[in-house]
Every structure is written in C-alpha cells, then in structure tokens.
C-alpha cells in the first residue's frame, strides 16, 4: 500500500523567511500528488497539484512544488511567507484513478507552520 | 454553490450512544469520501462511495457505516460511539474521469465521553 511522509511535523518561522516542507511517498506506479492546506478552525483547501508535465506546478498564494521522480518527493515552497501562511499542510497521493474505482487519497501525518511576526 | 456541507459542526455523544453525520454536495460528484481527522495522525479514509448504491470500505471503516441512496448525500453513521471514535470528521466529494482533486467540506467534531 502507499504511504506519505511529511518529515517536519511542526516549523516555526519569521516572517519573509523561506519554507520548505518536505514530502516523500512510496509507491512505484504512477501517482497524482496534491498538498492540501488547513487554516486554523477551517477546512482543507487544495493549495496544489500535480497529474502531469512540468514537475514545478505553481498554487495559489504563492506556493509552488517540485516533483522530483527519481526521490519519490514533492516538496513545497514558498520564497517568503507570511503571517497569514499560519496553518497546518498535508501531503496527498493518489494512485491514478482506475474506471469506475474512484480516487482514493492518502495523507501525510501533516505539518504544522507557524509564521511568527 | 455550496459546495460540500456537513451537519452537524460539534456532537457529543454518550458511549454507546448512535448517531449520523450528514454530508451533502450540490456538484453531482459522484464520488464521495469521509474520513476522520486526529492530530498527528493525518486523514485516514473511512469508507467512500463511487456513485448512488455504490460504497466500500476505506482503511479504517470498524465501527462505521454508510449508505448513499442518492447523488447528493452521503451520510456516516455511527452505531455504538466509543471513546476512541472521538475525531473530526471530513466528508469530500469529486468527479470522474478526469477531475481528481478531492472538494472537503468544513468538518463535525465529535467527542465520545
């Protein structure tokens, strides 16, 4: 079965410092590879994906990922961060999907960022 | 569009006590997931259902149960709440063939006692 790590479990940063959250899976097949973001008392929100092409995919607010195939990682960045960046981040793998069998996730533990002023 | 809702926010169940989460989309998703939510834990998957009718079991189903009748709605019941089913619950919701980025919805938090 695969599985997801997220190496830092809790980071703690100055604001205008750059962030990189590391993520490695295990699986050898082709995969789909999401980093999900949940801010405080909210829901998951989907920051970024990759299905395919270019393995730097750029999200929303800044962030942007790198999938490096030969590492099984898909770590995320951020040249500077923000207080508002505050929240916890979950990597995700999905298998590609087959007909019909729907597309089942898997999380990491999540990492907790904390941007302090 | 509302998205994906879940009612109710915050329960707290006496052990031995049952109860339903109620998750609806309004997307005509035909796949539907729930899952728990505990710290350091990640998500895990409960059960999922790929269309009306359809569901199985996800990587920690145990002491739940699920029904999906319709698109639409996708509720998880709990039938005899232990302590250890004390989480926060995520249902999501996505389209096929294509599209696989998953929609959650704001969660339930339940405490078993």
């Known amino acids: 079965a695969q599985s997801v790590s997220q190496h830092n479990h809790h980071v703690i940063l100055s604001e205008a410092a750059s962030l990189e959250l590391g993520c490695n899976y295990s699986?050898?097949?082709?995969?789909?590879l999401f980093w999900y973001v949940q801010y405080p008392g909210q829901h998951l929100q989907l920051l970024l994906k990759y299905f395919s092409g270019d393995p730097l995919v750029k999200g929303i607010k800044g962030f942007e990922a790198e999938f490096i195939k030969s590492k099984f990682s898909f770590n995320l960045r951020k040249p500077s961060v923000q207080w508002s960046d505050t929240a916890e981040y979950f990597c995700?793998?999905?298998?590609?999907?087959?007909?019909?069998?729907?597309?089942?996730?898997?999380f990491g533990t999540g990492t907790q960022l904390k941007v302090e002023l | 569009n509302a998205g994906v809702t879940q009612t109710p926010k915050f329960r707290i169940l006496k052990i031995g006590q049952s109860m339903t989460l109620q998750c609806a989309q309004d997307m005509n998703h035909n796949y539907m997931y729930w899952y728990r939510q505990d710290p350091g834990m990640g998500l895990k998957l409960i059960y999922y259902?790929?269309?009306?009718?359809?569901?199985d079991k996800g990587e920690v189903p145990n002491g739940y149960n699920v029904s999906r009748s319709t698109t639409e709605d996708f509720p998880l019941r709990l039938e005899l709440a232990a302590p250890s089913q004390t989480s926060v619950y995520f249902c999501a919701s996505s389209s096929p063939p294509e599209v696989r980025e998953q929609y959650f919805g704001p969660g339930t938090r339940l405490t078993v006692t």
């Open positions: 995700a793998v999905s298998l590609i999907p087959r007909a019909g069998g729907g597309n089942k996730l898997t």
């Open positions: 259902s790929v269309g009306a009718g359809i569901t």
């Open positions: 699986y050898g097949g082709t995969v789909n």
